[in-house]
């Protein structure tokens, strides 16, 4: 493969979507690789459809190993059909959330054990990995104050699990951040916006200084 696989993780309210749109120009005007960038769960219409079932608030009795199949199915279509084919091109791929997000939600936030999501996971992707991920963090009383002041963005159906919820997921992405050390790095989402864009931008150009020219 000869792409390079990059992955923004992150609570709600860390600003992932805002990083992506911030990022992708400034990565553009320094490097002549293709870049694309995408979304879990989504990215492609069949995937998209199976977000719709996920994140509907009608799905409320949802069992949590259905929720994780669903995830899972969604990535490898996802995976399959965009993410793959980009990375045989060459081309850069910057996505919104992969296998680290249900390491956290449905691993430690709906306590199903990161190993066993790990392993659901290891099947849907045949062991690729990012060559980097960027993790946004950020507390997650601030996160969820942030969606409720943005109610513009659309409230889904783990948006509405209560803060308990969502302290289990930032603990899990703590975790997976302190095992996975060369592949992670953890980015002050509490800083301004330009000051994230800022860093994640540093970083990645350092990590890749072979595809980006650095001033
Ligand atoms: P989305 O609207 O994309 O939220 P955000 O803007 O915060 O990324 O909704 C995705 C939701 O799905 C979010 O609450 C996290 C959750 N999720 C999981 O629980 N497991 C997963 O594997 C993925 C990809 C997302």
Do not use: W
């Not at 949802?62 to 980009?86: G, Q, V």
């Not at 996971?121 to 997650?140: G, K």
Request: proline share 4%; with cysteine.
């Amino acid at each position: 493969m000869k792409g390079i696989f990059i992955t923004v993780e992150g609570a709600e309210g860390s600003g992932k979507t805002s990083l992506i749109q911030g990022i992708l120009p400034l990565l553009k005007e320094r490097s002549n690789a293709f870049i694309i960038t995408t979304r879990e769960p989504g990215g492609i219409p069949l995937a998209e459809r199976i977000r719709n079932v996920i994140l509907d608030v009608q799905s409320k009795e949802m069992d949590e190993k259905t929720e994780s199949l669903l995830f899972a199915a969604s990535r490898r279509e996802h995976l399959m059909k965009k993410i793959l084919p980009a990375l045989k091109d060459g081309k850069i791929v910057i996505t919104d959330r992969f296998v680290d997000s249900s390491l956290a939600y449905q691993g430690v936030g709906r306590g199903l054990g990161i190993e066993t999501i790990a392993n659901l996971n290891t099947f849907v992707t045949d062991d690729l990995e990012p060559d980097l991920t960027l993790y946004l963090d950020i507390l997650p009383e601030e996160g969820l104050a942030r969606i409720q002041q943005n109610r513009a963005n659309e409230i889904n159906r783990l948006d509405l699990s209560g803060l308990e919820f969502h302290q289990k997921v930032h603990a899990g992405y703590l975790k997976i951040a302190k095992d996975n050390p060369k592949r992670v790095v953890v980015i002050d989402a509490q800083q301004p916006l330009t000051k994230v864009i800022e860093d994640c931008f540093e970083v990645i150009v350092h990590r890749f200084p072979k595809l980006f020219k650095i001033n």
